[in-house]
């Protein structure tokens, strides 16, 4: 039998809703070794924290002994999720589709146990559908109860187009836990629907119907929306330590105990005294809960070089040390610089950092001015340092 302080951690911490927690409780304490869904499109390569919040619930199962079955979407990343969308998604080719895959999947182990993960590929069984096939799985359900989804019935209230294809995207994802004899599926809040399509076509089918794990949705850095690439508002497993730590410091103090709760094993206990405490110390918190993320996606040695960062660079005003260079002989003007160097990753950003007097030009004996637009680098003098936006910084030598 399986501890209740287990049960509790696994079933309530970071959890929105299990559908149903009475049967997941007793396939868990039955003692067979359960099949873990986790499916994936990747119609994008990264993987941000938002995403983590399923992934470590994942990691929590697999240290019981349980298998996690890796779908990758080859098939349903060329629709595209309509899940919260309130347009038609473009559909990706299948090149798109394996690079992203690749991506995904470097990102995704460093969470997931990869030893105790196996990795299929939706094609291994929708390359062998016929029509005749496609037309028996559709025949399951009717249009009305795809249009009682909020985003097809907003969108078709407002006459926006829904493709056919996106029709076919819940039935294909829940034709996944027809396909791998799923016995528990995760996702966000968001994502609801699909994963009860999939629990109800494996009754259709004579099966045991899988387990719905909904995952919370993880509020971005602007404290307000989901986190989000599109957004901007995302912190991502690519990240750089100091940039992982930075933006965690970035959030609103209303954030704090959510990301605490939901990606940090922190106990429970010491998650109260934090919250007691957290209107007189909000810097502390936050310092911990910067410290215990980039902690856990590298070492306690470079989370605590990245705290050192951060202090020296944001708290005190400082210039980080291992900061990039790029010769001014090598550029005509500062905008070359910044392109070229990566500093931005285009002309309209860089527009939109003059008017937002995001770029600085720090001189050598340390004054700091802000700039509005391009200068030429003949009238710069070696040694000076540009600041762009919040943490990025090169060396003009």
């Given at each position: 039998?399986?501890?209740?302080?287990?049960?509790?951690?696994?079933?309530?911490?970071?959890?929105?809703?299990?559908?149903?927690?009475?049967?997941?409780?007793?396939?868990?304490?039955?003692?067979?070794?359960?099949?873990?869904?986790?499916?994936?499109?990747?119609?994008?390569?990264?993987?941000?924290?938002?995403?983590?919040?399923?992934?470590?619930?994942?990691?929590?199962?697999?240290?019981?002994?349980?298998?996690?079955?890796?779908?990758?979407?080859?098939?349903?990343?060329?629709?595209?999720?309509?899940?919260?969308?309130?347009?038609?998604?473009?559909?990706?080719?299948?090149?798109?589709?394996?690079?992203?895959?690749?991506?995904?999947?470097?990102?995704?182990?460093?969470?997931?146990?990869?030893?105790?993960?196996?990795?299929?590929?939706?094609?291994?069984?929708?390359?062998?559908?016929?029509?005749?096939?496609?037309?028996?799985?559709?025949?399951?359900?009717?249009?009305?109860?795809?249009?009682?989804?909020?985003?097809?019935?907003?969108?078709?209230?407002?006459?926006?187009?829904?493709?056919?294809?996106?029709?076919?995207?819940?039935?294909?994802?829940?034709?996944?836990?027809?396909?791998?004899?799923?016995?528990?599926?995760?996702?966000?809040?968001?994502?609801?629907?699909?994963?009860?399509?999939?629990?109800?076509?494996?009754?259709?089918?004579?099966?045991?119907?899988?387990?719905?794990?909904?995952?919370?949705?993880?509020?971005?850095?602007?404290?307000?929306?989901?986190?989000?690439?599109?957004?901007?508002?995302?912190?991502?497993?690519?990240?750089?330590?100091?940039?992982?730590?930075?933006?965690?410091?970035?959030?609103?103090?209303?954030?704090?105990?959510?990301?605490?709760?939901?990606?940090?094993?922190?106990?429970?206990?010491?998650?109260?005294?934090i919250e007691r405490e957290l209107s007189a110390n909000a810097m502390n918190a936050k310092k911990l809960l910067a410290h215990t993320i980039t902690e856990t996606f590298f070492d306690s040695q470079i989370a605590g070089e990245s705290q050192q960062n951060f202090e020296n660079v944001v708290q005190n005003r400082g210039i980080p040390d291992d900061i990039p260079k790029f010769p001014l002989a090598k550029a005509p003007s500062l905008n070359s610089v910044l392109l070229e160097s990566g500093s931005v990753s285009s002309n309209s950003e860089l527009k939109?950092?003059?008017?937002?007097?995001?770029?600085?030009?720090?001189?050598?004996?340390?004054?700091?001015?802000?700039?509005?637009?391009?200068?030429?680098?003949?009238?710069?003098?070696?040694?000076?340092?540009?600041?762009?936006?919040?943490?990025?910084?090169?060396?003009?030598?």
């Amino acid at each position: 039998m399986i501890d209740n302080e287990i049960i509790e951690k696994i079933t309530k911490r970071g959890v929105k809703e299990i559908i149903s927690e009475t049967e997941f409780v007793n396939l868990l304490q039955s003692g067979k070794k359960l099949r873990l869904k986790m499916g994936f499109d990747p119609s994008r390569a990264d993987i941000h924290l938002g995403h983590v919040v399923g992934l470590r619930k994942l990691k929590q199962l697999q240290d019981l002994g349980h298998e996690v079955i890796l779908i990758v979407g080859d098939w349903t990343a060329q629709i595209g999720d309509p899940s919260g969308q309130s347009v038609t998604r473009p559909m990706l080719t299948h090149d798109d589709v394996i690079a992203n895959a690749q991506s995904y999947m470097d990102q995704f182990f460093r969470v997931v146990d990869k030893n105790q993960t196996q990795v299929v590929w939706q094609s291994e069984w929708f390359g062998k559908f016929s029509l005749a096939d496609v037309i028996e799985l559709t025949s399951k359900f009717t249009v009305a109860q795809f249009l009682e989804r909020d985003d097809f019935a907003l969108r078709f209230k407002e006459h926006k187009p829904i493709a056919i294809t996106e029709f076919l995207y819940p039935l294909l994802q829940a034709y996944d836990s027809v396909a791998i004899e799923s016995d528990v599926e995760f996702g966000g809040t968001d994502q609801m629907f699909n994963l009860l399509v999939g629990r109800t076509l494996q009754q259709i089918k004579g099966m045991r119907p899988q387990q719905c794990f909904m995952m919370p949705i993880l509020v971005g850095t602007d404290g307000i929306n989901k986190m989000s690439k599109s957004l901007d508002n995302y912190i991502s497993l690519d990240d750089t330590s100091n940039d992982m730590y930075g933006k965690v410091m970035s959030l609103p103090d209303s954030c704090i105990m959510t990301y605490f709760e939901l990606l940090t094993d922190v106990p429970t206990t010491e998650l109260h005294a934090i919250e007691r405490e957290l209107s007189a110390n909000a810097m502390n918190a936050k310092k911990l809960l910067a410290h215990t993320i980039t902690e856990t996606f590298f070492d306690s040695q470079i989370a605590g070089e990245s705290q050192q960062n951060f202090e020296n660079v944001v708290q005190n005003r400082g210039i980080p040390d291992d900061i990039p260079k790029f010769p001014l002989a090598k550029a005509p003007s500062l905008n070359s610089v910044l392109l070229e160097s990566g500093s931005v990753s285009s002309n309209s950003e860089l527009k939109r950092l003059y008017k937002q007097n995001a770029v600085q030009m720090i001189s050598v004996k340390g004054e700091t001015s802000s700039l509005t637009n391009d200068v030429d680098t003949t009238n710069i003098e070696s040694g000076t340092v540009i600041k762009v936006g919040k943490r990025r910084y090169i060396k003009l030598i």
